[in-house]
């Protein structure tokens, strides 16, 4: 089945230690990228790939980093968690097709919380 | 700058009543893509619709429907005959003409269909 898998669902840390969410997307997608959501902000973009090896910031980049080491792995990383980063996270993915109009396919979603 | 605006936070509706979900996009581009996306409270994300900004043609799919007018920059979702299952959030998106796949997502309309 063509999925996004995000890991872990849930993930409640205290403020300060580093966690890792993982995405994996196993449709062979260039495109991948990850979003926050939070209420009456909608979805926001955090960071997006359009390849291995390249990544590049999205409209909220502070406090997170990513890699893009496999195609078909595009880890979220927060090196000092705080409390303001407790959100619902979001990977993607798509192809990459002339002017992008492939739809972004979603992955289930990380509810972080930091204390 | 692109920006989407979904001005109903919530509507409430009973069993079997239409609704329509408002979107209202601005972009400078002359090539772009509108999207809508379902977060049923299960918390995905569901890819509904995407549409081109050269294909102004409605669009009917069972019960939803979608009326694209670009002389207003509007993309409204009309739900007909509304069932409780589809009673979640809504969200509208716009991606611009460029290489890249970023999604500007509106704040999203939660829709409650009571029985």
């Known amino acids: 089945e063509a999925q996004v898998t995000q890991n872990p669902r849930y993930l409640i840390t205290v403020t300060g230690k580093k966690l890792t969410v993982t995405c994996s997307q196993n449709m062979n997608h260039e495109y991948m990228s990850w979003y926050r959501q939070d209420p009456g902000l909608g979805l926001r973009q955090i960071y997006y790939?359009?390849?291995?090896?390249?990544?590049d910031k999205g409209d909220v980049p502070e406090g997170y980093k990513v890699s893009r080491k496999e195609k078909r792995n595009f880890p979220l990383i927060l090196e000092s968690p705080s409390p303001n980063q407790t959100s619902l996270y979001f990977c993607?993915?798509?192809?990459?097709?002339?002017?992008?109009?492939?739809?972004?396919?979603f992955g289930n979603g990380t509810r972080l919380t930091v204390t | 700058a692109q920006k989407v605006t979904q001005a109903q936070t919530e509507i409430s509706v009973v069993e079997k009543e239409d609704v329509t979900l408002d979107c209202v996009y601005e972009?400078?581009?002359?090539?772009?893509?509108l999207f809508w996306y379902k977060q049923p409270p299960s918390g995905e994300l569901v890819f509904l619709i995407r549409r081109n900004s050269f294909d102004e043609q409605n669009e009917i799919s069972g019960r939803y429907s979608w009326n694209f007018q670009k002389s207003t920059s509007s993309f409204n979702f009309t739900i007909t005959a509304s069932q409780v299952v589809d009673s979640a959030v809504y969200f509208c998106a716009l991606k611009g003409g460029g290489a890249t796949n970023k999604l500007i997502f509106g704040t999203g309309t939660l829709l409650a269909v009571q029985p």
């Open positions: 790939s359009m390849n291995v090896e390249v990544t």
């Open positions: 993607a993915s798509s192809l990459l097709s002339g002017y992008g109009s492939s739809p972004l396919h």
């Open positions: 972009t400078r581009d002359t090539t772009y893509y």
